[in-house]
């Protein structure tokens, strides 16, 4: 702890100053501490410390603050900011500690001057006096390290997503295949009956009727039968040896003249095709398995 030594019995605060940093460049900004400890009781101030005092040095902020240091002493702490514009090695400004006792009332200054100095820089070498090239920006260095998990994750992901999306097609279609089509094909037709009696003319009512059958022909028996012409159907119907196949090609070919050669059956005729359509659709549940 600093001592304090009295001059003609006046007692002398003792004066402590650091700066940070002590080399700088053009422009940058020290942090200079100014700390000083007296009697208890006395207030102490700086004066000196302003625009015009710390030339070529700018007074960029200050802040004080007092603390008691054990019981018999004070402590006052003076931070200031400065800034520097001028080259060259630069000593600190001086400054005067003025004290007051308690009532006020001065009691003594004290002139001080630091011993210690900055240097400060300049932004380019005075020596020069070509203006230099400008260099081409650097291609930042490419992290393969870094970017190898990155890849591998991404791998990862889509071997994932494409297991994912193969185990739902998969699931989907033997969901599809556990469907009984002969139930779905007999619904239709209950369906379409319903419909007929409702006022369905006749011809519509063939032609929904050949989608139905065509429909369950080629979930059934794995045929391409809803955009296969009537003839290729009844190929594909022959190879496999279905059983009920006149019954099969009469409604196709019933529908087909309904469609194409203008016939006009009546809603009986139409009526007893359902009901033909649902006795093959049934027989053919009972005596087949859906074709592997």
Request: glycine fraction near 6%; charge should be positive; aromatic fraction near 6%.
């Amino acid at each position: 702890m600093p001592a304090f030594f009295d001059v003609e019995g006046v007692a002398q605060p003792m004066v402590n100053v650091t700066v940070t940093p002590d080399t700088l460049l053009v422009g940058d900004r020290i942090h200079c501490t100014i700390n000083v400890r007296h009697d208890k009781g006395v207030a102490v101030s700086l004066e000196g410390i302003d625009a015009a005092a710390v030339k070529p040095f700018e007074l960029v902020s200050s802040r004080h603050s007092s603390s008691t240091v054990r019981s018999a002493f004070g402590q006052d702490l003076f931070e200031l900011e400065l800034a520097l514009f001028v080259p060259g090695r630069q000593a600190l400004p001086s400054f005067t500690v003025a004290l007051r006792d308690a009532s006020g009332r001065p009691t003594g200054k004290v002139s001080y001057k630091p011993s210690s100095s900055v240097y400060v820089r300049e932004l380019t070498d005075a020596s020069m006096r070509d203006i230099r090239p400008i260099k081409p920006p650097l291609s930042p260095p490419i992290p393969y390290l870094m970017l190898m998990p990155l890849l591998l994750g991404a791998f990862g992901v889509g071997v994932l997503v494409l297991l994912l999306l193969f185990f739902l097609k998969r699931t989907v279609r033997n969901s599809a295949e556990k469907v009984d089509s002969s139930q779905v094909a007999q619904r239709k037709l209950r369906k379409l009956g319903s419909s007929l009696s409702a006022g369905m003319p006749p011809h519509e009512c063939y032609e929904e009727l050949s989608n139905i059958m065509r429909s369950f022909l080629e979930t059934h028996y794995r045929i391409s039968a809803l955009e296969a012409v009537t003839q290729e159907i009844e190929r594909d119907l022959k190879k496999l040896g279905v059983a009920g196949f006149e019954s099969i090609m009469n409604l196709l070919k019933q529908a087909d003249l309904v469609k194409f050669a203008d016939s006009r059956p009546d809603v009986e005729e139409s009526r007893q095709s359902l009901n033909k359509a649902t006795e093959v659709i049934r027989s053919t549940r009972k005596s087949h398995k859906p074709v592997e």
